[in-house]
Nanobody, 111 residues
Framework: QLVESGGGLVQAGGSLRLSCTAS?????TGWHRQAPGKQRELVAG???????NYADSVKGRFTISRDNAKNTVFLRMNSLQSEDTSLYYC??????????WGQGTQVTVSS
């Protein structure tokens, strides 16, 4: 089970930090987002040993990190733009490579 938090309403140029805590150990994990009428897309991922990868659209603005001791992954989002408005989902894989999704947290950026 994944529990997300940290979404909200922010003005353009502002920042938010999303958190996702798992009930068990997470292996590779990441954040995806889905805006109305669009496909879900990868925002950022992080491997078990902490190597990040980012969508081109968020490089230099978003930072993904993890705290393995707390089974938590974070997404720090800076310089938010209206195009970042979306429902953000956490995805995590367990030791058997089974995927779990969080319930989603809404991020709304006002211009």
């Amino acid at each position: 089970q994944l529990v997300e938090s940290g979404g909200g309403l922010v003005q353009a140029g502002g920042s938010l930090r999303l958190s996702c805590t798992a009930s068990g150990t997470m292996f590779s994990t990441g954040w995806h987002r889905q805006a109305p009428g669009k496909q879900r897309e990868l925002v950022a991922g992080i491997s078990t040993d902490g190597k990040p990868n980012y969508a081109d659209s968020v490089k230099g603005r978003f930072t993904i990190s993890r705290d393995n001791a707390k089974n938590t992954v974070f997404l720090r989002m800076n310089s938010l733009q209206s195009e970042d408005t979306s429902l953000y989902y956490c995805l995590a894989y367990d030791s058997a490579k089974r995927a779990s999704w969080g319930q989603g947290t809404q991020v709304t950026v006002s211009s």
